[in-house]
Nanobody, 124 residues
Framework: QVQLVESGGGLVQAGDSLRLSCAASRRSFSSYAMAWFRQDPGMERELVAGISLSSGDISYADSVKGRFTISGDNAKNTVYLQMNSLKPLDTAVYYC?????????????????WGQGTQVTVSS
């Protein structure tokens, strides 16, 4: 069993930055793919960014390219999402997810483990 704990959400103004962290309880995480999804009420979860900790492959949603950066620290079993130039449209609950398949996927069903979510609110 893997537990994921997110932190770093909050209320910011447009143009500000935030860094989300996702700490995993599992020690050996280097073969996993980790991702950040976000969800608005009534909407499906959408992939924001993902990273394969084994291959280093990274994928971003078009809406965040150039503004968000995902990174992983295998020694700390932690994945980060640096969010710069935040926009009100980025407001959502952000979830950390892990897949033992090791490949980043757009489909939330491909991820076995999920964090509890952290709220990000960007005011205009």
């Amino acid at each position: 069993q893997v537990q994921l704990v997110e932190s770093g959400g909050g209320l910011v103004q447009a143009g500000d930055s935030l860094r989300l962290s996702c700490a995993a309880s599992r020690r050996s995480f280097s073969s996993y793919a980790m991702a950040w999804f976000r969800q608005d009420p009534g909407m499906e979860r959408e992939l924001v960014a993902g990273i394969s900790l084994s291959s280093g492959d990274i994928s971003y949603a078009d809406s965040v390219k150039g503004r968000f950066t995902i990174s992983g620290d295998n020694a700390k079993n932690t994945v980060y999402l640096q969010m710069n130039s935040l926009k009100p449209l980025d407001t959502a609950v952000y979830y950390c997810a892990a897949s033992s398949r090791g490949v980043v996927s757009d489909f939330s069903s491909m991820y076995e483990y999920w964090g509890q979510g952290t709220q990000v609110t960007v005011s205009s």
